[in-house]
């Protein structure tokens, strides 16, 4: 895990070095920094030290590379290229004054994606034992068909066309939300962020119900005479919703970290807005900054299923 | 056959049997001829296939049925909404002449949206070709010589998968953008090469696995028995073998390719939108997505007829990759 995350540093950090521009030199909008005081800031930021390897004596590790990798680990991103005077972890993490953690952009983006995921599993996981257990019906034809639709069609479409009739053409929501504290204003986009999750977990769910229906052991209980619902909640679904668990953590990860177009769209106040203004500004530490916190919640989200199977199925064991 | 050579005694028992094998014995089919009938029997992958091919002309003849020049500014008929809307929010009328109406600048949108046709199935089509050659072929030699090169590449593979794809190709669009490499054919060359870098690494875990299971064949032994050398096995037995896989795998690479051009292309970082009308490349659905925000009371259909034609697009060749996985490997059906 810690190679990768040091290769997605590695990568980021060259191609962002690639970019035109430094941190004092583009915010055309503000009075430019002149060469003595960039220099200084230079210094005082380590920018004119190599950028990987120091060879010209000295500790080979003293390079802005790993200055930044050294900084990152300690909560520390660096100053946001366009946003002056703020750090980039600040502009995720930091709560308005007054208010806890949790109103931070990265939080607001945290509770969209589990609103997100929440609704997806409650709808999902129902719709797939329901499917698996009217096989061939046409309720079952009627779920494959929602979740191939929801599997190939691409969130921010389904956001185009709920945006222009529930806004444009019913005004049931308004196109630019200002206010989020209503939790009515978070069901739109959470819908539609969690639509492919729904349409996956469903898919999933209904595989997995399908393959332990075939099971020697559901055969057994339907022997013994158990009733339908005992062999259904016991046997079943108890197995079936292994891999289905497992999931989660990345659906989670991959929720927060790929809501930058829904949050645009809806002109929600989250990490991920910041993010696409970021690219739009050209705001290079700020996206690296956040590409490398995205990463990070990936990895250990991927890390996370390895360790449930432990849990979830004795017979696979984490070494 | 068999049955037909056993029958060639003159009794009369024998005689009928032998009608009997007539009957039931016929011409010998090959596997792809099999898999092209089930194709053809599957309603959803059909439809796909036709819409695939309606957006492949629409993209090689947009010049021919574009009813205007997508990059034409009517000044004064900016915002027009469809030809059925008679009275929009800017009070305006649609006019036949401008079938889906005019974005802020006049120009038609009906018209962009047919030469964005060409951008998202060209961002389809190159990079998942370049993909699969690439990817099959180091997929393969991995696969068959395994050792330390078979080692490197799966460490590849496994440092390529721990990188998320979309952050990777933002990356790559934002910090080479201002380069060379980043202004050639309007940009469209360095999503090209991104996308092949990153999803080749799934075509050559495929490929592998196949070369892994086939090269134990009995076909491969027997071949090498009569003296075949390593690239004929490879290129005359194990390919052929693995060709389904790669097909259907191919059939759901397109798509993911062009959502990712429409992405980039929302963010500002796909196609360059061009203004010289010698471009092949003028806008694509991704960059129209971009402009149309704006619009979205006063003329939905700039969002709306890219969106449409992505979903359109994207279903299409999900429709026909289940149907060629069914097809080409009946024992993977769910």
């Known amino acids: 895990m810690i190679p990768v995350l040091l290769l997605v540093a590695l990568i980021t950090f060259t191609l962002m070095h690639q970019a035109p521009g430094g941190p004092w030199d583009r915010d055309p909008s503000r009075r430019q920094v002149d060469a003595s005081t960039q220099e200084a800031l230079n210094k005082k930021f380590g920018l004119d030290k190599p950028l990987f390897v120091n060879i010209e004596g000295g500790n080979p590790l003293d390079s802005q590379f790993f200055t930044y990798v050294g900084n990152a680990i300690q909560g520390d991103l660096g100053p946001s290229y366009r946003q002056r005077g703020r750090d980039v972890q600040d502009i995720l993490f930091e709560p308005p004054k007054g208010k806890a953690i949790w109103d931070s952009r990265f939080g607001y983006s945290m509770r969209l994606g589990l609103l997100a995921l929440i609704l997806a599993a409650l709808l999902g996981i129902p719709l797939g034992i329901l499917a698996a257990l009217r096989r061939n019906t046409i309720f079952d034809y009627s779920a494959l068909f929602v979740s191939t639709i929801g599997i190939s069609v691409p969130s921010f479409v389904l956001a185009i066309f709920l945006i222009i009739i529930l806004a444009g053409q019913l005004n049931l929501i308004k196109i630019i939300q200002r206010d989020w504290s209503s939790p009515g204003a978070w069901l739109v986009p959470a819908v539609v962020l969690g639509f492919g999750t729904f349409a996956y977990i469903t898919r999933l769910t209904r595989n997995s119900m399908l393959e332990v229906m075939g099971q020697d052991y559901v055969r057994t209980a339907k022997a013994k005479g158990l009733g339908g619902r005992v062999i259904i909640t016991r046997h079943m679904l108890r197995n079936a919703l292994i891999p289905v668990m497992t999931i989660m953590g990345p659906a989670l990860a991959g929720l927060i970290t790929g809501s930058f177009i829904i949050e645009t769209m809806f002109g929600f106040p989250g990490s991920g807005r910041e993010y696409v203004t970021a690219i739009g500004n050209r705001d290079y530490s700020m996206i690296m900054g956040t590409t490398l916190i995205y990463a990070l919640l990936i990895v250990l989200a991927n890390l996370t299923v390895d360790i449930m199977y432990g849990f979830l199925d004795p017979r696979i064991k984490v070494k | ?334």
């Open chain 2, 1 to 334: 056959m068999t049955t037909t050579a056993q029958t060639q005694t003159p009794s009369a028992k024998s005689a009928s049997a032998a009608e009997t094998a007539k009957v039931l014995s016929r011409p010998s089919r090959s596997f792809w001829r099999d898999a092209w009938s089930r194709l053809l029997h599957n309603k959803a992958a059909v439809a796909g296939a036709l819409v695939i091919l309606f957006f492949m002309f629409v993209a090689i003849f947009a010049p021919l049925l574009a009813p205007h020049n997508p990059l034409e500014l009517n000044s004064g008929k900016g915002f027009l909404p469809p030809m059925w809307v008679e009275n929009s929010s800017t009070g305006k009328a649609g006019t036949p002449e401008f079938i889906l109406g005019t974005d802020n600048l006049g120009r038609d949108v009906l018209s962009r949206v047919i030469y964005g046709a060409r951008v998202s199935m060209v961002v389809g089509f190159i990079p998942t070709l370049i993909i699969v050659v690439v990817g099959v072929s180091l997929g393969m030699i991995s696969g068959y010589f395994g050792g330390s090169t078979d080692n490197l590449l799966m460490r590849l593979t496994d440092i390529v998968y721990a990188f998320p794809d979309l952050l990777f190709f933002i990356i790559v669009m934002t910090a080479l953008r201002a380069t060379a490499l980043g202004q050639f054919l309007n940009g469209l060359f360095l999503l090209f090469v991104a996308l092949a870098l990153v999803n080749w690494v799934g075509v050559a875990r495929l490929v592998r696995g196949q070369v892994l299971s086939l090269k134990e064949k009995d076909f491969v032994l027997a071949s090498r028995a009569v003296g075949a050398k390593d690239t004929r096995i490879m290129i005359r037995h194990i390919l052929p073998n693995s060709l389904g896989v790669i097909i259907v795998a191919m059939a759901f690479l397109i798509p993911g390719a062009i959502i990712t051009e429409a992405i980039l292309g929302y963010l500002g970082l796909g196609l360059r939108p061009s203004t010289d009308p010698t471009d092949i490349f003028i806008t694509s659905w991704g960059s129209m997505l971009l402009e149309g925000q704006t619009a979205i009371n006063n003329q939905p259909w700039i969002l709306l007829a890219p969106a449409i034609a992505v979903a359109l697009v994207v279903l299409s060749f999900n429709f026909l990759g289940d149907g060629l996985r069914d097809a080409l490997d009946p024992r993977l059906r769910e």
